[in-house]
């Protein structure tokens, strides 16, 4: 015999335990919790109560042993949705376009607030019509 090896089988009263759920690592975006798993062996103490003692988990079936990660923050994360750019305020020369934009979770429009930490895209930005004004041109709205 080149070595022995003493086997642990499962004992019938003992059992898994498992402790609390940790909090979720994030609260939206897709993260984890954990928990503890732990073996107890189930007896009877001298006044005839049920006592719980931890034992090694070898005296547990591990087939049986409880998942201890489990996945939670699924739910999407609040992010800046753009719309459309308008066209340029001018027809000659230089002016400006704009868009709108909304603070967004899972395709609902929510408080501008909640985004707050996030860098918000540009709203307005300077636009070319793509034609030079004439040398006589004056914008609407001035004298």
Known sequence: MLGSESCQTPILNCRWMTGEWSECTVTCGGGHQKRSAYCIERHNDSSGLIENTKVA???CWQ???PVTVRKCGRRECPKWVT??????????????RSRLIECQQEGERIDRTVCNTLEIPEQQQPCYAGVK???DF?????C
């Open 83 to 96: 719309g459309d750019w308008t066209a340029c305020s001018v027809t000659c020369g230089k002016g400006i």
């Open 63 to 65: 087939s049986k042993r």
């Open 57 to 59: 988990d070898q005296y």
């Open 133 to 135: 004004c004439p040398e």
């Open 138 to 142: 004056i914008p609407s709205g001035y």
